[in-house]
């Protein structure tokens, strides 16, 4: 199963489920009504979806007052980062939003993805934010 954790996503839950106990290790078929390039397609567009909810959360400047956007973060470093820690965080992600609409491929798993992509990483700079003011104190 740790071979196929980049390829299946849980798209087609009853039929893997019924071919995996025949085809433990080998090549995942995705079933007659979903082909490889439509779960490569929709997969792209969730990731670009997901990187750019983490991305866009450092421009603005949410739960600051100040308005606007923040431009300083328009740097290549900061979008390359934001793309590798949606590619990190991807594969468990589309795991359990496969798991929430049945497998079926929908809009709704870009906007899931940027959604959390988004309050993701505002979660996680307030954790973080706070555990390091304890530490301070």
């Known amino acids: 199963m740790a071979k196929f954790f980049f390829t299946n996503f849980g798209f087609n839950p009853e039929y893997e489920l019924a071919t995996e106990r025949r085809k433990r290790f ?19 567009i969730i990731y ?29 470093s900061i979008v390359a980062a934001s793309f590798i820690i949606g590619l990190a965080v991807l594969a ?4 359990v939003i496969s798991k929430f609409h049945k497998g079926q491929l929908s809009w709704q798993h ?3 993805a940027f959604t959390i992509g988004f ?7 307030f ?3 706070n555990f390091i003011s304890v530490l301070k104190s």
């Open 110 to 112: 870009c906007l899931t």
């Open 48 to 76: 670009v979806a997901l990187s750019l909810g983490i991305f866009l959360r450092r421009t603005v400047n949410f739960p600051d007052p100040l308005p606007g956007l923040n431009t300083l973060v328009f740097k290549w």
């Open 92 to 95: 468990p992600l589309l795991r």
């Open 119 to 125: 309050f993701g990483d505002m979660t996680f700079d």
């Open 26 to 44: 080998q090549e995942i078929e995705y079933g007659p009504s979903k082909s490889k390039s439509k779960i490569a397609f929709w997969t792209a």
């Open 127 to 129: 954790l973080i934010s």
